[in-house]
């Protein structure tokens, strides 16, 4: 067993105003107490390689900061030792990916994937660079949702979130130093009952008003759905100088799809105001060139 720095997502304290479209929450994650620790089992085999690593992520709040909820009545020092906190919970995720040889489509030619999920351990079962999506359409729609590791309202317990992703993908070389690969990914956000059934984010259950406020009838739901499909193509004309573009499509499926909310606090140049959630895509092309110098001696 090996242990490493904690990676985490928010903790969401949702007795705060703390949600805003296209960011992460603020974080009521408490002082980090010890190494995160791990578990991995390695092949490296000719035919490719195989890995498998579980994960125990320590989830720790810092103190409430409501008077009266969690703290003694009228405290002026809430969100101090006057005042309790939720108890500590262990997440969890498992990693696994595989990566084959494939000499029989072409030297050099591979093709694998990977698959995680995890509960109360966002970084690593969703991704450390996934962020709560905020995309935004034309005719005023909105592809949003929530990412955390979990979440809790002052004198309750954490309630922890659920994510799992996928992908897969495939490289074949034209020429030793001619290649394309195609890949895709999907992830899942997802909410317990308990958190959706008592409108959490919607200021339900003892929590407060969002910058997120529902304003049609439906599920209270902030989960999401997010999937990329691409294609790269690499052209090393010289040693340690690439040639690149790359074609991405990356899809947010929101659980607010078809409800009406309102955004009481503006994203970069958009307005605040009423917005319908509605499923939302981009498509991106990106084109590299980048030299590399070799170090040491």
Known sequence: MLA???????????????????SNPATAFGPYQHPTPWVNFAVNQAWGRFGVSAIFNKVNATYYNGAGVGCPAGAANTGTSLCGFPDDKWGWAVLSGIDIKAPWAGPGDHFGGYFNYGVGAAAYSAGSNIASPGLFGAGNTVALGVLTDGVFINGGQFELTTAWTAGAGYEHFWLPNFSTAVYGT????????????????????GAVAQNITQVSGGRCDPGFNYWTVGAVTNWYPVAGFR????VLYVRVE???????????????????????AKDQGILSVVFRAQRSFATGE
Request: with cysteine.
């Open 254 to 276: 929101t659980a607010f799809d078809g409800q009406v909310v309102s955004l009481s606090k503006a994203q970069g140049a958009r307005p605040t105001g009423l917005y319908t």
């Open 186 to 205: 999907y992830t899942q956000v997802r909410y317990s009952d308990t958190v959706i059934n008592s409108n959490l984010f919607c200021a339900g259950g």
């Open 4 to 22: 490493d720095e904690r990676r985490s997502k928010a903790l969401a304290n949702l007795s705060n105003n703390v949600i805003a479209v296209g």
């Open 243 to 246: 040639l690149a573009v790359d």
